[in-house]
T-cell receptor
C-alpha cells in the first residue's frame, strides 16, 4: 500500500539534545511538508520541500532543520534551540505543489521533553 | 492574507442528529477549501475539497459542504451523526498563488465533534 510512514510514534528528548523524526513516502510525490500540532491551535507549517535538494521555511522554522536528499524522504531535526518542542508532528506530501492539491498525512510523532 | 475561523472548538450531538461544523475564511483570490478529519493519535484524512467546480461538495462518509461566497463560509454538514464520526475536524484554505505556486494550506484551529447515544 502506498502511503507516508512516520517514525517513531513516540519520542522523548532530553535537555540540550537534538532528535530526528523520520518521514518516508512511496507515493512518488514531489512536495513534502512538516506541520506541528498543538492542542487548540490547528496545524502550523514548519518546513516544506517542492523538489529534491530544495526546501523552504514555513511559519515556525526556528529551532528546526530538514533535508531532502531523496524524493521519498524528508527528515525533521528538532534542535536544542527549540525551547518548547513538546507537540504532535505531522508529515505530509502532495503530488504537486499547486493550490488545490490533496495532502496525504502520516500518522504523526508525539515528541515530549524528559 | 488568508485565514480560517472555525466557530466552536467543541460540538456535541446525539447519534442520528444533524451535524453542522462552521468554517469562515478570508482570501483575496478565489480559494481552494478543504475539510480534513483527524481520529485520535492519527494523521489527517481529506473529507472533501472545493475547487470551484460546484458550490455543493460531497465527501466521504456522508459529509458535504456548501461554498457560499457572499458569506465567505464553507460549513460542513451530515444529516445523521454516527458514533464513528467522533473526531476532530479541520477546515483549511489555500489559494496556491504567490510563493512560487507553493501549495500552502492555512488550517483552522479545529472542532472536536462528540457524538453521544
Amino acid at each position: 500500500d502506498g502511503g507516508i510512514t512516520q517514525s517513531p510514534k513516540y519520542l522523548f528528548r532530553k535537555e540540550g539534545q537534538n532528535v530526528t523524526l523520520s518521514c518516508e513516502q512511496n507515493l512518488n510525490h514531489d512536495a513534502m511538508y512538516w506541520y506541528r500540532q498543538d492542542p487548540g491551535q490547528g496545524l502550523r507549517l514548519i518546513y516544506y520541500s517542492q523538489i529534491v535538494n530544495d526546501f523552504q521555511k514555513g511559519d515556525i522554522a526556528e529551532g528546526y532543520s530538514v533535508s531532502r536528499e531523496k524524493k521519498e524522504s524528508f527528515p525533521l531535526t528538532v534542535t536544542s534551540a527549540q525551547k518548547n518542542p513538546t507537540a504532535f508532528y505531522l508529515c505530509a506530501s502532495s503530488k504537486r505543489r499547486q493550490g488545490g492539491e490533496k495532502l496525504f498525512f502520516g500518522s504523526g510523532t508525539q515528541l515530549s521533553v524528559l | 492574507a488568508q485565514s480560517v475561523t472555525q466557530l466552536g472548538s467543541h460540538v456535541s450531538v446525539s447519534e442520528g442528529a444533524l451535524v453542522l461544523l462552521r468554517c469562515n475564511y478570508s482570501s483575496s483570490v478565489p480559494p481552494y477549501l478543504f475539510w480534513y478529519v483527524q481520529y485520535p493519535n492519527q494523521g489527517l484524512q481529506l473529507l472533501l475539497k472545493y475547487t470551484s467546480a460546484a458550490t455543493l461538495v460531497k465527501g466521504i462518509n456522508g459529509f458535504e459542504a456548501e461554498f457560499k461566497k457572499s458569506e465567505t463560509s464553507f460549513h460542513l454538514t451530515k444529516p445523521s451523526a454516527h458514533m464513528s464520526d467522533a473526531a476532530e475536524y479541520f477546515c483549511a484554505v489555500s489559494d496556491g498563488a504567490g510563493n512560487g505556486g507553493y501549495n500552502k494550506l492555512i488550517f483552522g484551529a479545529g472542532t472536536r465533534l462528540a457524538v453521544h447515544p
